[in-house]
């Protein structure tokens, strides 16, 4: 942790601290107010994160507490937005850009690729690029292809970038807090289907708050998760299921249904990835089931594949299978036909545990 | 820590200390609205360059306002492009047929016929005016806001509520967000929901229409906020260096969802002075005087099909509603702008001047928006019969796959059977 001024104000363990139901939308804002009034270095600017507080309302109130020079909003230039806050960054801010829709990041990829992974490296730490990228990402909204996207094995590819997707409220604010704290650039994808509640894959059900639900309770103050731990979300024996984002509600409501006795990882964090707890499960279980929902060709899932493959070859009983969106883009009338629903889950499920 | 080794705030200290500029808007929800800083210039004032001058020649109308106009309704000075009364009629009734369009499909989705929509409510002029100043085959790419290019164009307005509902008539087979059209046969490009990417498109369509010795001319869209997106930049650096027969049109509605133009660059300059900067013709007009905005676009037209190259046109204007179905405007801007607005509605504006020169009446106009309403009407039963989104009446699932490639390779064949069988499983008797 680079900056001086953070005191560990949280002298009682989390599992003591009160907590309060918050969605994830309020979860974030938690986590953002927490580090703003932590660390002075700690800036917000997106497009339209500032007096309106965020299309999804993500920063609301910040400008307000924090003033126009910490919480701003931005032109419409991903690549302006990226670029300067590596140079704020440089100067030695902490900056959490907004990137409105995960589908928008593209104008600022030189600026993340070529520049944010790349400074602590090409200047032998001179320089490094503290800034945390948060977008909402995935599809269930009905919002057509340019709202909808998964785009995070794009930058799982890249090295120098960490990639954080959280499941729940309590891990938003816990990993936000932890991105916004780690010194390497953090691309942080929010899922927006799950904003306002989990959701089981049945779209034609009505979405059940957050509220409703244990892992919305989100203890109050500073805690942080660390980057790059994964969450056992169920113990079974049957077979390992790797997921994250909305995905880890859909594979846990699959498996409860199917009366499935899975174990289930929520990964958290692509990079750096929880490769111990991965291993230890696949050992246990010898079938590994993968799912998101993002295409398949070059998918994250690709990756975890080779690695189950690659390190736990004599363990597996069945070969490794993947569950994910089509390699389409995102469809507007059919989203929940591309949407790797319950069946698709289902069907694949019970071809691992009749290998 | 790595960075920052200077970074104690402190160095300097016999230095006056920077401040950061933050854009703020004039009003916010509540504020009293007066535009009294906004220079609206006298109608008719502004000189007409000829067509094939230097484009530097056209630098003060950057920094001007084009009107044609006057308050008393009649039609001033060089700019006035002297069209007929049937063609001031078409345009009013093509500005009018698009804003009861634009009613009825935004309650459509509020009725949840759909999933969103977009309105282009007080900036018809922007797009019904330029359409039909353009030649019907010149070829146009608009950003979400010119659904009146279509409807002027003739695009059937049944066809674009099927591409609305996202149903198994739409021709784009329900894969576009609503709003989201294309067509080909109406030189109408295929929107992206990604702001700004069409500019350098409409540039390099019109370097191949030079390279080819065409004589079609491109026109492209965006709005202001949009201007920021490097894409803008792309579009007029190689329209500049290859002096190319396009049209770049900003629709300055002062908003971009919750950000006022200020956080374009409005605060320092106009959006048409970009031109000066790249050397290019540029023009600012009222963009709610239809008028204007013919001459406009007919001047910058003529320019380009000569091979005088290309014009930025600043098309001043005021969104009057939401940015879209989802966003709630009263949030962040004091709703006594859109009333208090100095440059009035486009179309109250061409209907007072027609009314003005003795060619249209009250009677006429209460008649025609009731046959623009019922036309639209009749338009939403017919499209209605191929099916609201999400009930059932969309394209076969075997479509999502087409068209990703020309030809379908093996991974989506398999992926399309997978479709089709989890269809089956959840609709067994479809
Ligand atoms: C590359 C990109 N970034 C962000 C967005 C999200 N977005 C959609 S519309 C919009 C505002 C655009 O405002 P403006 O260009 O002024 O056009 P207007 O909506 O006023 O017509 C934004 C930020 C987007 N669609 N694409």
């Known amino acids: 942790m680079a900056s001086s001024v953070i005191e560990d104000d949280t002298p009682f363990g989390l599992e003591d601290a009160p907590t309060r139901s918050l969605n994830m939308i309020e979860a974030i804002n938690d986590a953002l107010d927490i580090m703003m009034s932590r660390d002075p270095s700690v800036i917000i600017m997106g497009e339209d994160v500032g007096f309106f507080g965020g299309v999804f309302r993500c920063t609301a109130g910040l400008q307000e507490k924090y003033g126009k020079t910490r919480v701003f909003d931005t032109p419409i230039n991903e690549c302006g937005i990226i670029g300067a806050a590596v140079g704020m960054g440089a100067y030695g801010l902490r900056p959490v850009p907004e990137i409105q829709f995960a589908d928008y990041i593209y104008p600022g990829l030189d600026q993340l690729i070529s520049e944010a992974a790349r400074l602590r490296y090409r200047s032998a730490g001179e320089f490094i690029a503290p800034l945390t990228v948060r977008s909402p990402f995935g599809g269930g909204i009905f919002g057509g292809q340019t709202h909808s996207q998964s785009p995070e094995a794009l930058f799982t590819h890249v090295s120098g970038l960490k990639t954080v997707i959280p499941s729940t409220p309590h891990d938003a604010k816990g990993l936000l807090i932890a991105a916004i704290e780690d010194d390497d650039p953090v691309i942080f994808f929010e899922p927006k289907r799950i904003y306002n509640g989990p959701f089981d894959g049945y779209y034609d059900k009505p979405v059940q708050p957050w509220k409703k639900f244990p892992q919305s309770k989100v203890p109050e103050g500073y805690y942080s998760i660390p980057l790059g731990k994964a969450r056992k979300v169920r113990d079974g024996e049957a077979m390992t299921i790797l997921a994250y984002g909305t995905m880890v509600h859909v594979v846990e409501a699959v498996a409860r249904e199917k009366g499935i006795d899975a174990d289930i990882l929520d990964l958290r964090t692509l990079v750096p990835l929880d490769i111990e707890a991965i291993e230890e499960s696949v050992e246990k279980t010898g079938r590994c089931l993968i799912v998101h929902e993002a295409t398949r060709t070059s998918g994250f899932g690709a990756e975890l594949s080779a690695l189950v493959t690659e390190r736990c070859f004599y363990h597996l009983e069945a070969p490794v299978e993947r569950v994910t969106g089509f390699d389409t883009p995102y469809p507007h009338s059919l989203e929940w036909a591309f949407f790797p629903g319950p069946i698709r889950i289902g069907e694949a499920m019970d071809k691992i545990l009749e290998a | ?430």
């Not at chain 2, 491109?218 to 260096?241: K, M, Q, R």
């Not at chain 2, 905005?293 to 320019?303: D, G, K, L, P, S």
């Open chain 2, 1 to 430: 820590m790595a960075n920052g080794p200077t970074g104690n705030g402190q160095v300097g200290h016999n230095r006056p200390s920077l401040r950061l500029h933050v854009p703020e808007p004039k009003f916010r929800p509540g504020d009293e609205v007066d535009f009294s800083h906004l220079a609206v210039t006298k109608p008719g004032a502004q000189p007409r360059p000829d067509e094939s001058c230097e484009a530097s020649e056209t630098n003060p109308l950057a920094t001007d306002l084009v009107r044609v106009l006057g308050d008393d309704n009649q039609a001033y000075g060089p700019w006035d492009p002297r069209l007929d009364p049937d063609t001031l009629r078409a345009m009013l009734e093509k500005m009018a047929l698009t804003r009861a369009f634009d009613e009825r499909m935004y309650r459509g989705q509020r009725q949840g016929k759909t999933s969103f929509y977009m309105k282009c409510t007080g900036e018809e002029a922007t797009s019904v005016a330029p359409a039909m100043a353009l030649a019907s085959d010149d070829m146009v790419f608009p950003s979400y806001r010119q659904q009146g290019i279509l409807i002027t164009r003739g695009y059937p307005l049944v066809e674009m509520i099927n591409q609305i509902y996202s149903n198994r008539g739409d021709k784009l087979k329900g894969r576009q967000l609503p709003i989201m059209y294309s067509s080909r046969a109406h030189s109408f490009f295929t929107i992206s929901g990604n702001l700004a990417t069409q500019t350098p498109q409409a540039v390099g369509w019109a370097m191949a229409s030079a390279i080819r010795g065409d004589s079609r001319i491109a026109a492209t869209w965006l709005g202001e906020g949009s201007t920021a997106e490097g894409d803008f930049h792309s579009a007029c650096i190689f329209a500049a260096v290859y002096n190319a027969p396009v049209i770049l049109n900003v629709v300055n509605n002062q908003w971009a969802i919750s950000s006022f133009s200020g956080f374009a660059g409005g605060e320092r300059t106009t959006f048409a002075a970009r031109a000066v900067g790249y050397g290019i013709a540029g023009l600012r007009v009222d963009g709610n005087d239809p008028l204007a905005v013919y001459a406009a676009t007919q001047w910058a037209a003529n320019r380009a099909r000569a091979n005088g190259g290309p014009t930025l046109i600043e098309h001043f204007t005021y969104r009057a509603e939401g940015h879209s179905t989802s966003d709630d405007p009263t949030a962040y801007r004091s709703a006594q702008e859109h009333t208090e607005w100095p440059l009035g509605d486009p179309i109250m504006r061409l209907k007072d001047h027609l009314i003005a020169i003795g060619e249209w009446d009250e009677d006429r106009q209460s008649a025609l928006d009731l046959e623009c309403a019922e036309k639209v009407k009749a338009a939403t039963k017919e499209a209605e019969k191929n099916g609201i989104l999400g009930h059932g009446l969309h394209h076969p699932f075997h479509t999502m796959f087409e068209d990703v490639y020309e030809d379908l390779p093996w991974h989506l064949e398999e992926q399309a059977a997978q479709a089709i069988r989890e269809r089956k499983i959840k609709w067994p008797q479809a």
